[in-house]
């Protein structure tokens, strides 16, 4: 029997850990925090849990569903807290249920990889206690956020992701240094709650990296949400104000400018936690603080793999889940099935956004003859129910083959809808797949039917584009 030691109990260790026991191995998992790592303690789950009361507090105000009027709403932002944490102390207990259930060993404290081992086993300690010998270990360490270094970046009032999600009470004004998904779905997160926000991003547009209809379109719902929005900007220094708040310094276009605030939060990205490994001591090879890894996840050092943020390959909590089962089946089975082209990327404001594969801007840097499909929500019945009609689904596809090579969609429940995008695409299925595939009536789903026979010119329910 294999011995595996894995070193982190976030969505790529914990995750490893089961696989590889499910797969017959012995394995020990060492974590120094919470089990469920950043995701599910102080990411994803949090934020998305404070989000969701957010957009219904906010659509209760807005007395939003025609025929039914709500008085007296009120926020209480204590109870939010609590059900919040409620929701990840039940996960993460949840992932040390199923820990144990697989025999999984966790080993509670830091983790320190030896410099080498004898007869091609690895040795890792945890609180400077030597663990059983390890045929491989997997480094699921995680990410923490980029700091940056400006005057006043160490005044109380500057924070980080982690702890805008644990303020005392919601902010009556923010700034956010950052448009990128973490910065948009705080931005709507406490706009929705009443507070006044203010993104500055570097970018000339905000998520650089997803499709530039949808940036538009979002970049259009916050503003109408009271959101200032900066692009091209270059956010340089806070300072206290006299007022108690503090005072951004920012320019934009060449001119200076000052917003005050309650809160400036720093959401410039993320980057991986691996100081304190000492990675290059142990003979794993990095590239600016990440580890260097093969297609099979194994670093430059043999028997150490390393899957999730800190190898900085995609930082996405399923994207690190896939690579810990990818990682534990080739150090098991000798093969893995792990497709990094075809990882769904989703924002959670209102409206939400998910995205696979290649936008049309970037098939055609790579000389990709494409062609594309857009059907507009506003001609989908299931939306103007819901009221949330600003939106659209975008197949891009191969001109040649009709291979589909991204899917880019925006409005209601779109984050739920990409998994069908991303099932084809790992297929390498064609837009005829999704053109025979009947879709359920009414639903924001079959936008997806009607944009793929758009990339043929002839969605049934829109007006030819000429």
């Avoid at 700091?147 to 902010?171: M, R, W, Y």
């Avoid at 290059?280 to 297609?295: F, I, W, Y």
């Avoid at 003859?369 to 929500?377: N, P």
Wanted: proline residues 3%; contains cysteine; neutral net charge.
């Amino acid at each position: 029997m294999k011995r595996i030691v894995v070193v982190g109990g976030g969505p790529g260790g914990y995750v490893a850990a089961i696989r590889a026991a499910q797969l017959g191995a012995e394995v020990h998992l060492a974590e120094n925090s919470r089990l469920g790592g950043t995701c599910l303690n102080v990411g994803c789950i949090p934020a998305k849990a404070l989000l969701h009361a957010a957009f219904f507090y906010k659509h209760a105000r807005a007395n939003r569903v025609a025929g039914v009027k709500i008085d007296g709403v009120r926020l209480d932002w204590q109870a939010l807290q609590q059900e919040k944490q409620k929701i990840t102390d039940r996960l993460a207990g949840g992932v040390g249920g199923l820990l144990k259930a697989n025999k999984v060993t966790v080993h509670n404290g830091t983790a320190s990889l030896s410099a080498g081992g004898q007869n091609g086993l690895q040795s890792v300690s945890v609180n400077g206690k030597a663990l059983p010998a390890a045929d491989a270990v997997i480094l699921a360490t995680g990410s923490v956020p980029v700091k940056l270094n400006f005057p006043g970046a160490d005044l109380p009032e500057v924070i980080d992701s982690t702890q805008a999600l644990s303020l005392k009470q919601a902010p009556a004004s923010l700034l956010i240094v950052g448009g990128g998904v973490i910065g948009v779905e705080f931005a709507s997160l406490y706009a929705a709650l009443g507070s006044k926000v203010t993104i500055v991003e570097m970018a000339p547009e905000i998520l650089p990296s997803f499709d530039r209809q949808a940036a538009v379109l979002l970049r259009g719902a916050l503003a109408k949400a009271s959101v200032d929005v900066f692009t091209g900007a270059a956010f340089t220094a806070v300072k206290k104000s006299k007022g108690g708040h503090v005072v951004s310094e920012i320019e934009v276009a060449g001119e200076k400018r000052t917003v005050e605030s309650e809160w400036v939060l720093v959401a410039v990205g993320r980057k991986p936690c691996t100081g304190g490994i000492d990675l290059e001591g142990a003979g794993v090879k990095t590239d600016r603080g990440a580890a260097v890894v093969d297609g099979n996840f194994e670093t430059s050092r043999k028997g150490v793999f390393a899957v999730g943020d800190c190898n900085a390959k995609i930082m996405l909590a399923h994207a690190a889940s896939a690579q810990g089962e990818a990682a534990a089946a080739y150090i098991l089975e000798g093969r893995h099935h792990y497709n990094g082209n075809v990882i769904p990327g989703c924002v959670y404001t209102e409206p939400e956004i998910a995205a696979v594969g290649l936008t049309e801007a970037q098939a055609k840097e790579r000389g990709i003859d494409c062609v594309c499909g857009i059907f507009d929500l506003s001609g989908n019945g299931k939306s103007l129910i819901s009221g949330d009609n600003t939106g659209f689904v975008k197949i891009v596809a191969d001109k040649e083959l009709g291979e589909i090579i991204g899917v880019h969609m925006m409005g209601p429940g779109v984050t739920d809808m990409i998994g069908e995008a991303a099932a084809v695409m790992s297929m390498e299925g064609v837009v005829e797949d999704l053109v025979r595939t009947i879709h359920a009536h009414p639903t924001v789903n079959e936008a997806i039917h009607e944009a793929a026979q758009a990339v043929f010119g002839n969605a049934v329910h829109w007006p030819p584009r000429m």
